[in-house]
């Protein structure tokens, strides 16, 4: 019997989501008014003539630079410790040695709560164990992006297969021996592409970490926007700005380099030395601009809630009402993020439409997402949204720039098919360029939804009602049994919706195998 | 390749190992650190206390060093894990402080700290009209309102606790939950845009704004002001005199008593604190805020 089972064309699948924006917008626009025209109009003009004077910028010169060697030092070590992770909880591996796979599963299960709770959590829990040092943000950005890392690994591994290892196995070859051959040369190159990305996410986390109050140039940009200082806020944003063009340039020619060259396992030895000198570089840096590394690591007791405190704090708070309004708050930002990338592309495909878009995400994933809703907030008022608008903004500039790159790799050939049969620009686009790309553009979309989740806690200010607002209420007031709770709920959500994006990402590619490229969005 | 592998791994280890320890044996000399919640803009707070620690520096003979923190709860965590030895607390941060840091001892207030006030603004759009008792705060029933800092005495606590004293709960404003904007400054630019209808906010900062033009009257007002209670203050750690020599805290408090307008980097620390001298303050005047504090769930 012939089983058929409908699929839904994955162009359109990807524009689809834009339809969040409409319910944004019906919310949003009956709140906007003309108040706070002048403030955005000082913040655009501002951007033309940046405060210079020295205070302030020797002030962000040395948050930038503690940012960047936060987030290189987290980069190296989390790399380094995900790999082994991802090689301990691949099935493959185990198999090879004991012929065993039950140690790689406990493995992953026990990465998933690491991965679950966002850098910004980690960061906020580490300040309690080690006061204000250094290794909070490092470690905040280590803990989830060692887990992520691992994760991806182990996926990837377990995607290979085991027979080119059972024939080298069969052959004689020692485990060891069989493994190296058979599986270092062909996730090489997948490994190095994707670690590339991760330093862009450590760069993002660890300014992030800054505007929650760990340093660095995040700090910065938060205390002048607090204070409405715009021409100081831009002194950092440029900085900032230049940091992420050069930096995204580097690995973009990294991974052009990679795809020319084919990575062989040489270069995969080169690069981990490389690394290794890079996060010993970065600590010394962090030394150099007088943060102490080493005295300042003291432990303290993580203080810890009784069993009635937490029957109260359960008891306390609307569970309900605070997971649908973090819910509903993740759907509305992702589907801002996911769908305008591909409808902006189709809508407006000539050059210069393209770079004007270009530009436009570039400043959308420069602007953190605590900055962007403020921003919006003093132009209209405040509902859910807002704060779904300014997650959804920041994550727009990432899912563009991703778009776009696979797009430029890929051969324009039933683009330019599509049109000399006579279709217009956007059908050919939409059927020519965009089709291919969507069932991993969806893939990705999938993961980067995974990400708003761990996001909202960044909003929750504006939300004023989810959980991420909550859990900053409850932190302020010392309250640990709701930190602990919440934290807890966090982190299942999480869970809970990776497992659906699994199931999507397989419904709609029908594989179980991650196309190499969405490993970037697992940020 | 393969046999090689191994003598890679060890040698790196090796570095990174040396490396370590090469960092660990730099220890740091006894330094006073001190810290403030951040309300102001960065360019001020780095002026104010890099002024104020080359002070403090130049009459206890050690060295002084400002470290900065973006948030309020972050401040306290600091003084909880002895990261900060002197900060400057808020009412309700310094109280949460002392709380979870026994022994820790309250040093000294600026002279307006005594009798500090919040003051509720309100859209001139929105129609709300002056308040003259604290029962008429019920005016902003269904208004959207917000406060500052979650953890801030002037900009939440007590205008909560009025609000509450006037029989409003803040599930009663616009959309069932009062908004946080993060500071003073957000507060005054969210009502001013009209974002907001109301707020509350530290006096100090309305008075500045009004002075300096950043407060637009023809589109925000003072609808109301609050009864006076004790705000900010100097908190030390207790373990100071063992630290630095007995008799230390002492000093430390009599050098910042000490300070007043005729030295010239002592009147610009005092000119950008808004104060003419710092006085003398005492745990027991923190009582009311400790027990506010209680009633709403801010403390433990």
């Given at each position: 019997?012939?089983?058929?089972?409908?699929?839904?064309?994955?162009?359109?699948?990807?524009?689809?989501?834009?339809?969040?924006?409409?319910?944004?917008?019906?919310?949003?626009?009956?709140?906007?008014?003309?108040?706070?025209?002048?403030?955005?109009?000082?913040?655009?003009?501002?951007?033309?003539?940046?405060?210079?004077?020295?205070?302030?910028?020797?002030?962000?010169?040395?948050?930038?630079?503690?940012?960047?060697?936060?987030?290189?030092?987290?980069?190296v070590?989390?790399?380094?410790?995900?790999?082994?992770?991802?090689?301990?909880?691949?099935?493959?591996?185990?198999?090879?040695?004991?012929?065993?796979?039950?140690?790689?599963?406990?493995?992953?299960?026990?990465?998933?709560?690491?991965?679950?709770?966002?850098?910004?959590?980690?960061?906020?829990?580490?300040?309690?164990?080690?006061?204000?040092?250094?290794w909070?943000?490092?470690?905040?950005?280590?803990?989830?992006?060692?887990?992520?890392?691992?994760?991806?690994?182990?996926?990837?591994?377990?995607?290979?297969?085991?027979?080119?290892?059972?024939?080298?196995?069969?052959?004689g070859?020692?485990?060891?021996?069989?493994?190296?051959?058979?599986?270092?040369p062909?996730?090489?190159?997948?490994?190095?592409?994707?670690?590339?990305?991760?330093?862009?996410?450590?760069?993002?986390?660890?300014?992030?970490?800054?505007?929650?109050?760990?340093?660095?140039?995040?700090?910065?940009?938060?205390?002048?926007?607090?204070?409405?200082?715009?021409?100081?806020?831009?002194?950092?944003?440029?900085?900032?700005?230049?940091?992420?063009?050069i930096?995204?340039?580097?690995?973009?020619?990294?991974r052009?380099?990679?795809?020319?060259?084919?990575?062989?396992?040489?270069?995969?030895?080169?690069s981990?030395?490389l690394?290794?000198?890079?996060?010993?570089?970065?600590?010394?840096?962090?030394?150099?601009?007088?943060?102490?590394?080493?005295?300042?690591?003291?432990?303290?007791?993580?203080?810890?809630?009784?069993?009635?405190?937490?029957?109260?704090?359960?008891?306390?708070?609307?569970?309900l009402?605070?997971?649908?309004?973090?819910?509903?708050?993740?759907?509305?930002?992702?589907?801002?993020?996911?769908?305008?990338?591909?409808?902006?592309?189709?809508?407006?495909?000539?050059?210069?439409?393209?770079?004007i878009?270009?530009?436009?995400?570039?400043f959308?994933?420069?602007?953190?997402?605590?900055?962007?809703?403020?921003?919006?907030?003093?132009?209209?008022?405040?509902?859910?949204?807002v704060?779904?608008?300014?997650?959804?903004?920041?994550?727009?500039?990432v899912?563009?720039?991703?778009?776009?790159?696979?797009?430029?790799?890929?051969?324009?050939?039933?683009?330019?098919?599509?049109?000399?049969?006579?279709?217009?620009?956007?059908?050919?686009?939409?059927?020519?360029?965009?089709?291919?790309?969507?069932?991993?553009?969806?893939?990705?979309?999938?993961?980067?939804?995974?990400?708003?989740?761990?996001?909202?806690?960044?909003?929750?200010?504006?939300?004023?009602?989810?959980?991420?607002?909550?859990?900053?209420?409850?932190?302020?007031?010392?309250?640990?049994?709701?930190?602990?709770?919440?934290i807890?709920?966090?982190?299942?959500?999480?869970?809970?919706?990776?497992?659906?994006?699994?199931?999507?990402?397989?419904?709609?590619?029908g594989?179980?195998?991650?196309?190499?490229?969405?490993?970037?969005?697992?940020? | 390749?393969?046999?090689?592998?191994?003598?890679?791994?060890?040698?790196?280890?090796?570095?990174?190992?040396?490396?370590?320890?090469?960092?660990?044996?730099?220890?740091?000399?006894?330094?006073?650190?001190?810290?403030?919640?951040?309300?102001?803009?960065p360019?001020?707070?780095?002026?104010?206390?890099?002024?104020?620690?080359?002070?403090?520096?130049?009459?206890?003979?050690?060295?002084?060093?400002?470290?900065?923190?973006?948030?309020?709860?972050?401040?306290?965590?600091?003084?909880?894990?002895?990261?900060?030895?002197?900060?400057?607390?808020?009412?309700?941060?310094?109280?949460?402080?002392?709380?979870?840091?026994?022994?820790?001892?309250?040093?000294?207030?600026?002279?307006?700290?005594?009798?500090?006030?919040?003051?509720?603004?309100?859209?001139?759009?929105?129609?709300?009209?002056?308040?003259?008792?604290?029962?008429?705060?019920?005016?902003?029933?269904?208004?959207?309102?917000?406060?500052?800092?979650?953890?801030?005495?002037?900009?939440?606590?007590?205008?909560?606790?009025?609000?509450?004293?006037?029989?409003?709960?803040?599930?009663?404003?616009?959309?069932?939950?009062?908004?946080?904007?993060?500071?003073?400054?957000a507060?005054?630019?969210?009502?001013?845009?009209?974002?907001?209808?109301?707020?509350?906010?530290?006096e100090?900062v309305?008075?500045?704004?009004?002075q300096?033009?950043?407060a637009?009257?023809?589109?925000?007002?003072?609808?109301?002001?609050?009864?006076?209670?004790?705000?900010?203050?100097?908190?030390?750690?207790?373990?100071?005199?063992?630290?630095?020599?007995?008799?230390?805290?002492?000093?430390?408090?009599?050098?910042?008593?000490s300070?007043?307008?005729?030295?010239?980097?002592?009147?610009?620390?005092?000119?950008?604190?808004?104060?003419?001298?710092?006085?003398?303050?005492l745990?027991?005047?923190?009582?009311?805020?400790?027990?506010?504090?209680?009633?709403?769930?801010?403390?433990?």
């Open positions: 019997m012939i089983r058929l089972r409908l699929n839904p064309t994955p162009p359109l699948l990807s524009l689809l989501p834009a339809l969040a924006l409409v319910v944004v917008l019906m919310e949003m626009v009956p709140g906007i008014h003309s108040g706070g025209l002048q403030s955005l109009i000082a913040f655009i003009s501002a951007a033309f003539h940046p405060s210079m004077d020295p205070s302030v910028v020797s002030s962000a010169w040395r948050g930038l630079q503690i940012t960047m060697a936060t987030a290189l030092l987290s980069w070590v989390s790399t380094l410790i995900g790999v082994v992770l991802g090689l301990a909880s691949a099935t493959l591996i185990w198999q090879t040695f004991i012929g065993k796979s039950w140690p790689a599963i406990l493995f992953r299960r026990l990465l998933a709560f690491p991965r679950a709770v966002h850098e910004l959590l980690w960061g906020l829990l580490l300040l309690q164990m080690l006061g204000l040092s250094p909070v943000a490092i470690l905040a950005i280590t803990i989830p992006y060692s887990a992520l890392v691992a994760r991806v690994l182990s996926d990837q591994l377990d995607s290979l297969g085991a027979r080119p290892l059972i024939a080298l196995r069969q052959s070859a020692r485990p060891i021996q069989a493994l190296t051959t058979a599986i270092v062909p996730m090489a190159p997948v490994l190095m592409s994707y670690c590339g990305y991760r330093l862009e996410c450590a760069l993002r986390g660890a300014t992030l970490l800054g505007v929650f109050g760990l340093g660095g140039l995040g700090t910065d940009l938060q205390l002048t926007l607090q204070s409405l200082q715009f021409e100081q806020l831009w002194t950092a944003l440029w900085m900032l700005a230049a940091v992420m063009v930096l995204e340039q580097l690995i973009s020619w990294w052009q380099r990679l795809r020319s060259s084919g990575a062989a396992p040489k270069e995969l030895l080169v981990v030395c690394m290794l000198i890079l996060g010993i570089c970065s600590s010394i840096w962090l030394q150099s601009l007088d943060l102490d590394m080493a005295s300042s690591i003291r432990w303290h007791q993580l203080p810890l809630p009784t069993v009635s405190e937490l029957i109260t704090a359960i008891n306390e708070l609307p569970w009402q605070l997971i649908f309004n973090t819910l509903l708050l993740t759907v509305l930002a992702a589907g801002i993020a996911i769908g305008l990338p591909p409808l902006g592309m189709m809508l407006w495909p000539s050059q210069l439409g393209r770079s878009q270009s530009l436009l995400w570039g959308l994933r420069l602007i953190p997402t605590p900055l962007a809703a403020l921003l919006l907030l003093l132009n209209c008022e405040p509902n859910l949204a704060a779904a608008l300014a997650l959804g903004a920041h994550n727009l500039g899912m563009g720039r991703l778009l776009k790159e696979a797009l430029d790799q890929q051969s324009d050939s039933c683009y330019q098919a599509l049109k000399a049969s006579g279709a217009g620009d956007r059908v050919a686009w939409l059927y020519g360029s965009l089709s291919a790309q969507s069932p991993s553009y969806l893939a990705y979309a999938a993961y980067r939804a995974d990400v708003m989740l761990r996001e909202t806690a960044v909003v929750g200010m504006v939300g004023g009602a989810g959980l991420g607002w909550q859990l900053i209420e409850s932190l302020s007031s010392f309250n640990w049994a709701q930190v602990y709770l919440l807890g709920v966090y982190a299942m959500l999480t869970m809970f919706g990776e497992v659906l994006s699994d199931h999507c990402r397989q419904l709609w590619t594989s179980k195998k991650k196309p190499v490229m969405a490993l970037a969005l697992q940020s | 390749m393969i046999t090689r592998n191994p003598r890679w791994l060890l040698s790196l280890i090796v570095l990174f190992s040396s490396f370590f320890s090469s960092v660990a044996t730099s220890l740091a000399e006894d330094v006073l650190r001190i810290g403030a919640i951040p309300d102001q803009n360019e001020r707070l780095n002026r104010l206390y890099s002024l104020l620690s080359t002070e403090l520096s130049k009459e206890l003979q050690i060295p002084v060093r400002y470290i900065a923190v973006t948030n309020y709860p972050a401040a306290v965590s600091a003084f909880r894990t002895n990261s900060l030895d002197l900060v400057w607390f808020g009412g309700l941060t310094g109280v949460q402080a002392r709380l979870q840091k026994p022994g820790a001892k309250v040093l000294a207030q600026r002279d307006i700290d005594v009798n500090f006030r919040s003051v509720f603004i309100a859209n001139t759009g929105s129609g709300i009209k002056q308040i003259n008792s604290l029962n008429e705060l019920s005016s902003l029933r269904g208004k959207r309102f917000t406060f500052g800092s979650e953890s801030s005495t002037s900009g939440r606590l007590m205008p909560q606790y009025f609000l509450q004293e006037a029989g409003i709960k803040t599930t009663e404003f616009a959309g069932q939950a009062p908004g946080f904007s993060g500071s003073h400054d507060t005054l630019a969210l009502v001013q845009s009209g974002s907001f209808e109301a707020g509350a906010l530290n100090q309305w008075l500045s704004a009004l300096t033009g950043r637009d009257p023809q589109r925000v007002s003072l609808i109301w002001r609050t009864p006076a209670y004790a705000d900010y203050h100097w908190l030390a750690q207790g373990n100071l005199d063992k630290r630095f020599g007995d008799g230390f805290t002492n000093r430390l408090k009599q050098a910042l008593l300070w007043d307008k005729k030295s010239k980097p002592q009147a610009t620390i005092l000119d950008l604190f808004g104060a003419s001298r710092f006085i003398p303050a745990e027991n005047q923190y009582k009311t805020i400790e027990t506010i504090g209680r009633q709403l769930g801010k403390i433990q």
